[in-house]
């Protein structure tokens, strides 16, 4: 598997290709139909060629924009597996499913099983998800596809598993490592300071003058949910020691991904981190105050409820979408839980995990989201998903300089609600306790200012136990350097936690 540097997520790269594609807005160009046959399924070349088409020149892509043939071609590549969201009036998720869903579901698989070889349904149907209106099926021919895209209850088709592949991909497995590492760093003396116990304070902590907010607030009773990769059991600090000082804390750990290249494998491999990633999202928000010389974390009273639901950023695969899917249900059904940080996602969106979003944030959840973080030579791409979402709180990561300008790999656009600085003029990043333990890790990117972010709302939340998402999130706009502007690519920018605190 290929090693890469970046700390969040990788943008995707062109592959130039010189073959001729049928075009995805549903209206082909007659001349490139003349050359396809349309009875043969496109290769991944021809695929990824049509999708970095539509990236270059609308800035966006979605299944939606794909023709019939496009769509079926990207099933083949996907184990025949397609993803079928349905629903009455567009609704992404039902509590409880009656005959009406029930009628559309059985509809559905009919207009399948009459265009297939399978003997009944059973055999087409893999997954049926109790809370959200999808299906998950198997899709062998282009008829199916077709007469599916006209029937107006279906509200998305998306071949399930289906990889954009770039560079920093394994081209055997698929799979990349984006955001991985669990190496410790050395932090140069310059870049913290130190509490009465001598926990360490990261420096950009002061530039949002959180360490002056934590005489109001240090985010107790709020309890944080993170989808990402887990939490170490190397790192005791978000185990075993993390209610040192403060009695009842309470740091919970689940998985809910399946690491296995089959999609019918159900087993998790549980909510211990082999990326590194989680680690770190959640040492930014929740690592306790310590006596231990670590990083303490933005809500240090906070409860932490770990989900890892992905092996990497990049939610490329099956069992990824599906598992950060089900971490958002678990968590939007907790009382405890005000507040979820993603610093994961993918370039366009994905049916099932705007489903699951909706969902959350039907049950008054405030779900922050990554904003985006690349390579150099990639920043052209905008706000990935599901920041893009109205449903999410966008944030990305600034430079630590008198002018806002975004840090060297990170995204940014008119979706972008705040900024966190984590970027130094010398390119040191916010540090932040390690994976292993005594050890310190750099975090950098639209990752650790998303989950910066995150603890400041809870140091909100906390010191505001009665209000609601909307009245948090005001109080922050509120706190954010633009306000009562916005910033066409930087939202309401770097927010002042003292203010959003205490209100003045």
């Known amino acids: 598997m290929k090693k890469i540097t970046l700390v969040a997520f990788v943008a995707v790269l062109a592959f130039v290709v010189s073959c001729t594609y049928e075009e995805v807005n549903n209206q082909p160009d007659t001349e490139a139909i003349d050359i396809i046959d349309q009875d043969k399924p496109l290769n991944i070349e021809q695929i990824?060629?049509?999708?970095?088409?539509?990236?270059?020149?609308?800035?966006?892509?979605?299944?939606?924009?794909?023709?019939?043939?496009?769509?079926?071609?990207?099933?083949?590549?996907?184990?025949?597996?397609?993803?079928?969201?349905?629903?009455?009036?567009?609704?992404?998720?039902?509590?409880?499913?009656?005959?009406?869903?029930?009628s559309i579901k059985t509809e559905i698989l009919n207009t399948i099983l009459k265009?297939?070889?399978?003997?009944?349904?059973?055999?087409?149907?893999?997954?049926?998800?109790?809370?959200?209106?999808?299906?998950?099926?198997?899709?062998?021919?282009?008829?199916?596809?077709?007469?599916?895209?006209?029937?107006?209850?279906?509200?998305?088709?998306?071949?399930?598993?289906y990889r954009f592949f770039t560079q920093d991909q394994n081209q055997e497995t698929g799979r990349s490592s984006a955001g991985c590492s669990q190496s410790g760093v050395n932090i140069p003396i310059a870049d913290y300071g130190t509490n009465g116990n001598g926990a360490k304070i990261p420096w950009n902590y002061y530039d949002h003058k959180i360490n002056q907010a934590w005489a109001y607030s240090t985010g107790r009773g709020i309890g944080v949910g993170v989808i990402d990769t887990g939490l170490s059991p190397n790192q005791p600090l978000l185990g075993s020691r993390f209610d040192d000082f403060y009695s009842g804390r309470y740091v919970q750990k689940y998985g809910t991904y399946v690491d296995s290249f089959w999609w019918w494998s159900t087993k998790t491999d549980g909510p211990n981190d082999r990326c590194g990633h989680g680690t770190s999202a959640s040492g930014v928000i929740a690592a306790p105050n310590n006596n231990t010389g670590d990083f303490i974390g933005v809500a240090y009273e906070s409860n932490l409820i770990s989900y890892r639901g992905t092996s990497d950023v990049v939610l490329e695969g099956y069992h990824e979408r599906k598992g950060v899917?089900?971490?958002?249900?678990?968590?939007?059904?907790?009382?405890?839980?005000?507040?979820?940080?993603?610093?994961?996602?993918?370039?366009?969106?994905?049916?099932?995990?705007?489903?699951?979003?909706?969902?959350?944030?039907?049950?008054?959840?405030?779900?922050?989201?990554?904003?985006?973080?690349?390579?150099?030579?990639?920043?052209?791409?905008?706000?990935?998903f599901p920041a893009t979402m109205s449903e999410t709180v966008a944030v990305t990561g600034v430079e630590e300089r008198a002018t806002y300008d975004r840090c060297d790999i990170c995204h940014d656009g008119s979706k972008i609600d705040f900024t966190i600085i984590m970027e130094r003029s010398n390119n040191n990043h916010q540090p932040v306790i390690g994976f292993n333990n005594g050890e310190s890790s750099s975090f950098g990117g639209s990752s650790t200012a998303t989950a910066t972010t995150a603890g400041i709302a809870a140091l909100v939340w906390a010191k505001n136990p009665s209000w609601n998402r909307s009245q948090v999130l005001q109080r922050l706009k509120e706190s954010g350097d633009f306000y009562p502007n916005r910033s066409s690519r930087y939202g309401y920018g770097n927010i002042d936690a003292l203010k959003a605190v205490r209100g003045y």
């Open 48 to 102: 990824n060629s049509a999708i970095q088409e539509q990236l270059d020149t609308k800035g966006v892509f979605d299944w939606t924009m794909a023709s019939d043939h496009l769509l079926w071609s990207a099933t083949q590549h996907s184990n025949n597996l397609l993803t079928v969201g349905y629903g009455i009036n567009g609704e992404s998720f039902s509590t409880a499913k009656g005959q009406a869903l029930e």
């Open 325 to 384: 899917a089900n971490a958002l249900k678990a968590l939007a059904r907790r009382s405890d839980v005000k507040i979820i940080s993603m610093s994961i996602g993918y370039p366009w969106s994905i049916g099932r995990i705007k489903d699951a979003v909706r969902y959350a944030y039907s049950r008054g959840k405030m779900i922050f989201a990554a904003g985006g973080t690349s390579t150099n030579f990639t920043n052209w791409y905008g706000v990935i």
């Open 115 to 161: 265009n297939s070889t399978a003997k009944s349904t059973e055999d087409i149907l893999i997954y049926d998800d109790d809370i959200l209106n999808y299906i998950d099926v198997t899709v062998t021919t282009l008829e199916s596809i077709a007469e599916l895209r006209k029937n107006k209850q279906i509200r998305y088709l998306e071949p399930e598993g």
